[in-house]
């Protein structure tokens, strides 16, 4: 059974991915790097999904972060892929 401790690991690994690649990056250079939009899309799903199985107590003792909008955008990215608009990626990563 896997514990709230390895969920917050891939939250983190996931966030580090992201601030490591956007040093290497500007919103040009992501938006025309079809491998890199994909790239964060992920992560953002990883995200959500981690932080979507985070134990309610683990969430009611730390809920400084809004967990149900990491799960919300997971579930939109997911489902709305035909749809995604890249400039509010962008925007989510970079704030």
């Not at 992501?30 to 995200?47: D, T």
């Not at 809920?63 to 400039?87: C, M, Q």
């Amino acid at each position: 059974m896997k514990s709230d401790i390895d969920d917050i690991k891939h939250i983190y690994n996931e966030i580090l991915f992201i601030k490591d690649e956007l040093a290497k990056t500007d919103e040009a250079l992501f938006l025309n790097n079809n491998v890199l939009k994909r790239a964060f899309i992920r992560s953002i799903e990883i995200i959500g999904e981690a932080s979507n199985k985070l134990s309610d107590s683990f969430k009611k003792k730390y809920n400084e972060p809004e967990w149900r909008k990491f799960s919300a955008t997971r579930n939109h990215l997911i489902h709305g892929y035909f749809i995604v608009d890249y400039d509010i990626v962008w925007d989510l990563v970079k704030n």
